[in-house]
């Protein structure tokens, strides 16, 4: 079975730093990698995906993701921070041949932003 | 994108009532929904696939009887927490897979439920 694991429970940066959020997964084939974020009492908002070809890919509000497979990774990066970032970011994997709506989560990783 | 619903979005019940969540798919039909919930500080865990029109599967430990969960059409799903108790409090979340190909789930706003 695929698993998900976020390191850092809570980050911290000061608005404008970059940022980096990390993820492990473990998964035999290829796996289909997600990023959502979810701000307090709400829903998950997709950042982004990665399924096959450019191991970069390109989300929404500035964020970026590397799929790297030899290190079973797809952390999350953000050049610069902007205090609306605050949030709590979830890496997700879906096991191929499934449905995309199956997913498992990491632990997640709180961001929290200082001015 | 497409919108799933999620109501209510919050809900305060007496313990050994029992609670109705739904998740409604505004602008697709959704053949399968999903039903997560999440602990304080904790990640989110699979209770179940609610497939439209036949029995839901549950994922290991968790009691189907006491999560019902009915998909009577092609946008609307329904959970419901039998006999509540205080250890039933949680943040449930619903989602759903756009069957035309955007690859992705999407999710309701989710739904805390306060057992007392």
């Known amino acids: 079975a695929q698993s998900v694991t976020q390191p850092d429970i809570h980050i911290t940066v000061s608005e404008g730093a970059s940022l980096e959020l990390r993820c492990n997964y473990s998964y035999g084939a290829t796996p289909y990698l997600f990023w959502y974020v979810q701000s307090p009492g709400q829903g998950l908002q997709l950042l982004l995906k990665y399924f096959s070809g450019d191991t970069l890919v390109q989300g929404i509000k500035g964020f970026e993701a590397e799929f790297k497979r030899s290190q079973s990774s797809f952390n999350l990066r953000k050049p610069s921070v902007h205090w609306s970032d605050a949030a709590e970011y979830f890496c997700?994997?879906?096991?191929?041949?499934?449905?995309?709506?199956?997913?498992?989560f990491g632990q997640g990783t709180i961001l929290t932003v200082h001015p | 994108g497409a919108v799933v619903s999620q109501h209510p979005s919050r809900v305060i019940c007496k313990s050994g009532t029992s609670v109705k969540i739904e998740c409604r798919s505004l602008d697709f039909q959704a053949t399968t929904m999903f039903w997560y919930r999440q602990f304080p500080k904790q990640s989110l865990m699979l209770m179940a696939t609610?497939?439209?029109?036949?029995?839901?599967?549950?994922e290991q430990g968790v009691e189907k009887d006491k999560f019902l969960i009915n998909h009577a059409s092609l946008t609307l799903s329904t959970l419901t927490v039998t006999s509540a108790h205080p250890e039933d409090s949680s943040f449930y979340i619903c989602?759903?897979?756009?069957?035309?190909?955007?690859?992705?789930?999407?999710f309701g706003q989710g739904t805390r439920l306060t057992v007392v």
């Open positions: 989602s759903a897979s756009d069957p035309q190909g955007l690859l992705e789930a999407f």
């Open positions: 997700a994997v879906v096991a191929g041949g499934t449905s995309y709506g199956k997913l498992t």
């Open positions: 609610s497939n439209e029109g036949s029995k839901a599967t549950y």
